[in-house]
């Protein structure tokens, strides 16, 4: 998908401008729309396409992102996450066999476990670092030469303690392998269609290897089984080495600064981003709890129920198959439920997917079958499948793209220490309570994944539905049509909820397009502020400015009237059928977030006269906690002005510190109405994060052409694209 994450971040940089001309937003004057302003203007950090391929510093090109390319990286990422679940899953039908051969305890054998964790956990340490000095190629390979390693030591049946360190080079090989190749599929387009099916491959590799380790568990020379092992690693590792080249993620993907302005510089993604700044961030923290937790459940299941079934329900030495149900539906849950995790959210779904393993581990603790455990098992990995996806989608939604290298790398790497741990622990309990290693494993799934997973969508800005709203609200689209449980008011429609404090821009909500039908509606840019600010005067120039190059539409909000539609007709916006009005009745910011139905069904019905490409739509006037819902707008702008006083940016509000664009507009009356540009550029970047904010005369037309240009940004990294207008005005295919 090309994902909510792939959208351009803008970094505030700018000087002030001033100019000596009265505004009025509905008096404008049409003609002054210059291409070329004197406004603020930001650098741009985005994903290169081969429409304006920039050269890495040896002259290489990007890969072809959508392109074949792609598809090659793809399947070599998809290979080592193959191997990565091959090697997780493929100890627990040896365990017993490993007892056996070196006499020692579930404690004993725990312990290469706890030699995987410490490997993980340095993995996770030195990641960003590494990065920082080599570049992902390079670390990649690295990690596989360490995987390499550990299966020469493996495959040699070595002594226990040599066996054990062999788990630490695995562990550290793994960790950083995973971090880097979670990081590179987070940058591409259409990312939660991509982990989904990265993390099947894992699922399939899982899957796979119980059925071999199984057969080798009864024969002498188990250990020739790490020989599998180390072949599929060095085609691992090959593979790296010849598609990825040990090239820069910066130079594969094409990411660059886009600057503009005299002395600005182009170079690659910002590497003053730290594992010391990454850490300071409480989200990420809670997302790594969360991963560790269910990564220790998924492993610990899948390895140690081998040994469950054989000890406790008296199964044979074909045990090793219920592990390979458990992986079978794990990478079924990550591929079948796509469909169903975006149609009920990502984060309520999350919560119905954990209650229903408990249930299944509970039936497999309780009730004394065979058969009835081992399909609980399978169903169990089925309802767990989707969480890892949907956590790396939450996550490259949550954060800037600048931290996701430091943020994935020690979430995944962390977290996949959780694949040594809980094992361990597991292992320890099953040799101090023996016949009751089932409640071990029953009541692993239960209260520290749900809370923890609680705690991180509470600290996070996802673009998932939020679970209050999912509860609270319902409506069909119809012209005004929904419903709130016990909250709603006749005379509003909607509730004035609370809020804490006025969020941040590296937290707020971002779109995701993943599941975005852009036939039903095309990609939709949402204007918002209060009463006076110029937002109509930006439609108008909006307007004027793209659709002679591009198919678009607009939809314009007011209170009892429809005067800001008639005002764009009336100047000649666009034609007059290819603009409708909302009469909102109530408090404006209703109609763009409570209940968006109304703006829906008018956007939704120009997109079938018209097949657009891009749809405007204006809110009425309203106050700065106003903000659009991500279920309506792709692009989300702000209008304030100085004519309120320098204040107005520092008195925060979601408008203001989590829209994606804020434009201060009005400069040009700066100086009679006392106001500073400098504090409100000072304040701007400080309630933003130094999220893009732009200064303009919408008027005079300064600050336009800015504006454009991170739209269309927006929209090309959407791949929202596929329509033009004839010479009718209607839309066509390409």
Not at 151 to 174: D, E, R
Not at 292 to 317: A, C, F, H, P, Q
Request: net charge negative; aromatic share 10%.
């Amino acid at each position: 998908m090309s994902s909510g994450r792939d959208m351009s971040i803008e970094l505030a940089e700018a000087q002030s401008h001033r100019h000596n001309h009265s505004d009025d937003d509905k008096d404008v004057d049409s003609n002054k729309i210059p291409s070329e302003t004197n406004s603020y203007r930001a650098p741009s950090f985005s994903v290169g396409s081969l429409a304006n391929v920039q050269l890495d510093g040896k002259g290489r090109r990007p890969l072809n992102l959508g392109g074949w390319e792609e598809r090659v990286a793809l399947g070599v990422l998809f290979w080592y996450q193959f191997m990565a679940g091959w090697n997780d899953s493929s100890i627990g039908p040896l365990i017993p066999r490993l007892q056996e051969h070196y006499g020692i305890s579930y404690v004993i054998m725990s312990l290469t476990f706890v030699c995987n964790f410490l490997g993980f956990v340095v993995a996770a340490l030195v990641n960003v670092w590494l990065t920082t000095k080599l570049g992902f190629g390079k670390v990649i390979v690295l990690g596989a030469l360490f995987s390499i390693a550990a299966y020469v030591i493996q495959s040699t049946g070595p002594p226990f303690p040599l066996f054990c360190i062999s788990y630490t080079l695995s562990g550290f090989g793994m960790g950083l392998q995973n971090a880097q190749a979670s990081t590179f599929i987070a940058h591409l387009p259409r990312m939660m269609l991509k982990v989904s099916f990265f993390h099947a491959a894992y699922g399939t590799g899982a899957l796979v290897s119980p059925l071999v380790s199984t057969q080798f568990s009864t024969i002498e020379h188990w250990n020739y089984y790490y020989l599998a092992s180390l072949g599929l690693s060095i085609i691992n590792f090959s593979l790296l080495i010849s598609v990825f080249r040990l090239r820069s993620e910066e130079s594969l993907l094409g990411l660059h600064h886009e600057t503009s302005g005299e002395g600005a510089e182009e170079g690659i993604i910002n590497r003053e981003v730290t594992l010391h700044d990454v850490l300071k961030i409480k989200m990420v923290h809670m997302y790594a709890l969360f991963t560790l937790i269910y990564v220790g459940i998924e492993v610990t299941i899948g390895g140690w129920i081998t040994t469950y079934i054989k000890t406790i329900r008296g199964g044979g030495d074909s045990s090793g198959y219920v592990s390979t149900g458990f992986f079978l539906g794990l990478t079924l849950g990550r591929v079948v439920f796509i469909p169903l995790n975006r149609k009920i959210g990502e984060r309520l779904v999350v919560f119905i997917y954990i209650f229903l393993a408990i249930a299944l581990e509970f039936v497999i603790w309780f009730v004394p079958s065979l058969v009835g455990g081992a399909v609980s098992v399978a169903f169990v990995g089925l309802f767990l499948g989707p969480f890892y996806p949907i956590m790396i989608q939450s996550v490259s939604n949550s954060l800037p793209r600048n931290y996701l290298v430091g943020s994935v790398g020690w979430i995944s790497s962390f977290g996949q220490a959780g694949s040594a741990c809980f094992p361990f622990m597991t292992g320890a309990l099953a040799s101090r309570f023996q016949d009751r290693l089932a409640a071990t494993l029953a009541n692993l799934p239960s209260a520290p994944p749900l809370s923890s997973y609680q705690a991180s969508c509470n600290n996070s800005g996802t673009s998932t539905p939020d679970v209050n709203h999912a509860l609270s609200h319902a409506h069909d689209h119809a012209l005004g049509s929904h419903a709130h449980d016990g909250t709603w008011t006749p005379e509003h429609g909607h509730t004035h909820e609370h809020l804490e404090h006025a969020g941040k821009f590296s937290e707020r909500d971002l779109p995701d397009w993943s599941g975005r039908d852009w036939n039903e509606r095309a990609f939709t840019i949402g204007i918002g502020g209060p009463v006076g600010s110029g937002k109509t005067a930006l439609m108008l120039a909006l307007c004027k400015r793209l659709r002679d190059e591009y198919n678009i539409a607009a939809v314009t909000n007011d209170i009892f009237t429809a005067e800001d539609c008639e005002f764009l007709i009336r100047n000649e916006a666009l034609p007059a059928e290819r603009i409708r009005a909302i009469e909102t009745g109530g408090c404006p910011h209703a109609a763009i977030r409570e209940d968006i139905s109304a703006n829906l069904n008018a956007l939704e019905q120009l997109q079938i006269d018209f097949g657009t490409q891009m749809l405007l739509v204006e809110s009425g006037g309203d106050n700065l906690a106003a903000n659009y819902s991500r279920e309506l707008a792709d692009y989300i702008i702000y209008v304030i002005d100085v004519s309120g006083g320098d204040k107005i940016p520092r008195k925060g509000g979601p408008g203001i510190s989590q829209s994606d664009l804020l434009i201060v507009n009005k400069t040009d009356l700066a100086p009679y109405v006392g106001a500073s540009l400098e504090v409100m550029k000072r304040d701007s970047d400080t309630m933003r994060d130094n999220g893009p904010t732009l200064f303009t005369s919408i008027r005079n037309g300064e600050g336009v052409e800015d504006v454009v240009q991170l739209i269309l940004g927006a929209w090309k990294v959407s791949q929202a694209g596929g329509v033009k207008k004839d010479d009718k005005g209607k839309g066509k295919q390409e």
